[in-house]
């Protein structure tokens, strides 16, 4: 009897993963955000350990800068904040999808930064690739984002708005509208929908929810005579035509 049970532990101890402490193949959302808030916890302080536990060493790793890392190059860059900077990176809206040995975690990271006491804010939508192999769940490929947000808006003087107003040309038969209504400047493409201009600064303006800027462009003697829009850092050039 005695010896029946001391084979039945044997077989439990090294057979079964659960008794030695190690993941099964099956994991939940739960587990992966638990643990996925436990590596932008480690951010902050610069700690490697959960980065070192829960990332594959052929890990593929692409971030919101464009940069892409393997695992050597992203524990390089995991530093501990400088003197006079904290944070926080909040895991939140996460969404999952699972087969056999894999698991998707895509989820927002809400990011709080205080730099010498001003409070900073930025948002991230990250994509993450766990695979389960060698008795472990680990990170295989990642992939974060950031979400666009509008710049402040500026001020110009009304007394310059009159300046903006005109159509612009870009090619035979496409032309933007540029239009004042009180304060406010509007432009319409062709018989397009018409939206809002906002400054930014003067002669600078840009659309709610739209990356890039329409810069007004004025010649030697101070008149705006083309409408630039910006697409990061790549120009289409509107020339004014009345």
């Not at 039945?8 to 659960?18: I, Q």
């Not at 894999?102 to 927002?108: F, G, K, R």
């Not at 038969?173 to 540029?178: D, H, K, L, P, Q």
């Amino acid at each position: 009897m005695k010896r029946g049970l001391v084979a039945s532990l044997v077989v439990t101890v090294f057979v079964c993963p659960a008794a030695r402490g190690v993941d099964m193949p099956k994991i939940t959302e739960v587990v992966l955000v638990q643990r996925t808030q436990e590596l932008y916890d480690a951010v902050g302080p610069g700690d490697e350990a959960p980065w070192k536990k829960f990332v594959a060493e052929d890990a593929m790793f692409f971030d919101e800068k464009g940069r892409a890392m393997d695992k050597a190059a992203l524990m390089e860059d995991l530093q501990p904040l400088p003197a006079g900077y904290s944070g926080t990176i909040r895991v939140v809206h996460p969404k999952s999808l699972f087969a056999a040995n894999v698991a998707i975690l895509s989820y927002d990271c809400d990011e709080v930064e205080t730099v010498f006491g001003r409070e900073l804010h930025a948002r991230y939508h990250s994509t993450d690739t766990w695979l389960y192999r060698n008795q472990a769940w680990q990170i295989v490929a990642s992939q974060t984002l950031r979400y666009y947000e509008d710049p402040a808006v500026g001020a110009v003087a009304e007394a310059m708005l009159n300046d903006y107003v005109g159509a612009y040309e870009l090619a035979p038969g496409n032309v933007i509208t540029v239009t004042r209504q009180g304060s406010e400047l509007y432009a319409q493409r062709n018989p397009g929908k018409q939206y809002q201009l906002l400054p930014e600064s003067p002669d600078l303006f840009f659309r709610v929810g739209v990356e890039g800027r329409r810069l007004f462009h004025r010649d030697a003697a101070g008149r705006v005579d083309m409408m630039v829009d910006r697409r990061n850092n790549e120009d289409l050039l509107w020339k004014k035509i009345r």
